[in-house]
């Protein structure tokens, strides 16, 4: 049964990248456009959940750094970035020290929820 899902979907995958290419490089609209890119990417990540699933590190590797950027993404513009930017520094200083603060404080906070939920639950 595994296989009859796997074989659908590469056939879906593939007719989409086919369809996809074939309408995105004739149309001029933008929203045919985006529905088609859509349509690519649905089987594409069906396809790499699918791989995911069989490699365990990969899960939690992924998860890993799912939580890390997102804890970039709240912390770098509200917290890092104003913190770094009055020091009046060379703007490529600024990137490099506002990325390693960001990542520093993120990882932080990413070991504090863990031990957190782990408490919680165990």
């Known amino acids: 049964p595994n296989s009859v899902w796997v074989t659908v ?4 995958f593939i007719i989409a990248i086919v369809s996809s290419i074939r309408v995105i490089t004739h149309s001029d609209s933008v929203y045919i456009k985006y529905l088609c890119y ?13 791989f995911f699933e069989r490699v365990p590190i990969l899960i939690r590797s992924l ?3 799912g939580t890390i950027t997102l804890e ?4 770098h513009e509200r917290i890092c970035l ?4 009055n020091l009046g520094l060379n703007n ?7 990325i390693m603060f ?5 990882l932080a906070i990413s070991i504090c929820v ?9």
Do not use: D, E, Q, R
Not at 38 to 50: E, R, V, Y
Not at 72 to 75: N, V
Not at 82 to 85: D, R, T
Not at 92 to 98: A, D, I, Q, S, Y
């Open 92 to 98: 490529w200083v600024l990137m490099l020290l506002g």
């Open 38 to 50: 859509f349509i690519f990417l649905i089987p594409l990540l069906a396809a790499l959940c699918s």
């Open 9 to 12: 979907l590469s056939a879906f």
């Open 102 to 106: 960001a990542v520093v404080l993120a």
């Open 72 to 75: 970039l993404y709240l912390l």
């Open 63 to 65: 998860s890993f750094l």
């Open 114 to 122: 863990n031990t957190v939920i782990k408490h919680c639950f165990h």
């Open 82 to 85: 104003p913190l770094v930017a």
